[in-house]
C-alpha cells in the first residue's frame, strides 16, 4: 500500500497523499453519479496511486488482478454462500482475500449494513505482514517460506500500531497458528481492526483467508476474538472443507 518516486515513499500518512492525492480522489469520487461510474473512479484512482511510484506495476496490477479472478473464480462460488451467511450472522462485513507476491487481493466482500471505517473495494491489494488475512495465510505455510515473505516486504509503518519487527511478525504467525486465527489491530489504517482464518486446500497448502472486519467504535481485540473467532474458524473450516470435496 505505498508507491515511491525518485527515492521518496507514499503512504496513506505522508502529505503526499493526504494533501493532494486524497483531495483530488475525494473530488473525481463525490463529482460522478451511479455507483458504476464511482466504482471505475476508484479503479483508476487506485491505478494512478501505485503508478505513482513505478509506471510498470500499472500493468503487472491488471495482469495480476484478472488472473487472481480467474484463478480464484471457483473458489468464490464455494465461499460466497458461507460468507453471506457469516455476515448475517456476526452482523459485520466478512471477506475473501488471496495471495498474489507479497500482498493479499480482495476476491469476495459481504457489506453488512453497519458502518466500516475503510472501503476495500474488490481488487484492493493489502500487505501480507500487517493484515490480519496475509498473516492467516503466512501461518498456514512453513515457517520458513512465511518468514521469506515477511523478510522480502517492504515493512512500512502505516500507524503508530504496525509491527515492523521481523522477529515480532514471526511471532504473531505462531499465534496464529496455535489459535487457527490472525487479527490485526489498527496496523493498516487507525480505527480498523480485522481476525482472519486460512481456507487450507486439500494439500495442506493455504488457498486464501476470509476475515471479519470490527471497527474499534463497536469492538475491544478481546471482544473481537471472543465473539467474533469462533463463527470465523467455523465457517474457514466449512470452505475448506468444501474445498477438499471439490479435489
Known sequence: MDATQ????????????????????AALYFAVRGMGPKNLVLLVLSLAFYAWGEPVMVLVMLGSIGFN????????DVANPFLSELTKVTTETSCLTEPDGLD??????????????????????????????GRAYLSALPMPEAQAIVEAS????????????VADIMETLRQARQRGYATNCEELFLGDMTIAAPIVSSNGRPLGAIHLVAPTGRWTAEEMEAKLGPALLQCARAISTSVRALG
Request: aromatic share 12%; charged share 10%.
Open 6 to 25: 525518485s527515492g521518496t515513499r507514499v503512504v496513506f500518512s505522508s502529505p503526499s497523499f493526504l494533501f493532494v492525492f486524497l483531495p483530488l480522489a
Open 104 to 133: 493479499m487481493v480482495y476476491v469476495a466482500r459481504f457489506v453488512s449494513a453497519q458502518f466500516v471505517p475503510v472501503h476495500m473495494p474488490i481488487g484492493s491489494r493489502i500487505p501480507m505482514y500487517c493484515t490480519a488475512s
Open 154 to 165: 517492504q515493512r512500512v509503518e502505516h500507524t503508530m500500531h504496525t509491527r515492523t519487527d
Open 69 to 76: 479472478y480467474l484463478a480464484a473464480h471457483s473458489l468464490i
